[in-house]
């Protein structure tokens, strides 16, 4: 079975500081996504970040990276210069082909503060 | 361009009562997918949809659960006699033909059973 782990229920981090979050998953397929998710209060989906498997170069997006390990299968999340935008809960998220299905499967999530 | 619609935002039931949870997709994007939200967890998959199919449904209960996607109109996904488990945050998603992992979200509906 497909799974996404998120070791850490929450985190802080200083504004304009540097915090990472961590997401490992366990899939037997070789071509998968991989996604963050960021829950605002609103409850509103936002992708962060998306990682193919197939590319070994990691994914950035603005002040967003991932450092993405696939032997490992581990898929963590860096936000730089951390903003009080940033405080939300973020979730990681590996998309799967399977029997001619498609789907997300996701982790529980880790919910970001940012203190000011 | 209007994104993923899902209404209503807010529904509340009684035990017993039906709800219809309604999802139009994006422009132009023929599959949906139905994810829920417990409190407290991530969003788990219940059920995938092409136009008037069902593809994947593993994720849904066996019972009380129903989802469809018409020809026309917005998917709906129905729950029959609600029961207080049922309380959760109920996301669609959409995408287009041949990019099934660019999954587009809608607002969510907060299902709440009294």
């Known amino acids: 079975a497909q799974t996404v782990t998120q070791s850490q229920p929450e985190m802080s981090v200083q504004e304009a500081e540097t915090v990472t979050l961590s997401c490992t998953y366990d899939t037997s397929e070789s071509d998968y996504y991989l996604f963050w998710y960021k829950q605002p209060p609103s409850r509103q989906m936002i992708l962060v970040i998306r990682?193919?498997?197939?590319?070994?170069q990691n994914a950035t997006e603005n002040r967003f990276s991932v450092n993405f390990q696939k032997a490992a299968k581990s898929f963590s999340l860096k936000i730089s210069d951390s903003q009080l935008g940033d405080a939300a809960m973020y979730f990681c998220?590996?998309?799967?082909?399977?029997?001619?299905?498609?789907?997300?499967?996701f982790g529980k999530g880790t919910k970001l503060t940012v203190n000011p | 361009n209007a994104g993923v619609m899902q209404n209503p935002r807010h529904l509340v039931r009684r035990r017993g009562q039906e709800a219809r949870l309604r999802c139009s997709p994006m422009k132009g994007h023929s599959h949906v997918y139905w994810y829920r939200q417990l409190p407290e967890e991530g969003l788990k998959f219940m059920v995938y949809?092409?136009?008037?199919?069902?593809?994947?449904e593993s994720g849904m209960p066996k019972e009380r659960f129903s989802a469809e996607f018409p020809k026309e109109g917005p998917s709906i996904l129905r729950i029959q006699q609600v029961v207080r488990g049922d309380s959760a945050a109920y996301f669609c998603?959409?995408?287009?033909?041949?990019?099934?992992?660019?999954?587009?979200f809608g607002p969510g509906t907060r299902l709440t059973v009294t």
């Open positions: 998603a959409s995408s287009r033909d041949g990019k099934p992992y660019e999954q587009y």
């Open positions: 949809l092409q136009k008037e199919n069902i593809i994947d």
């Open positions: 998220a590996c998309h799967i082909t399977q029997g001619g299905s498609e789907k997300l499967v």
């Open positions: 990682q193919e498997a197939y590319k070994q």
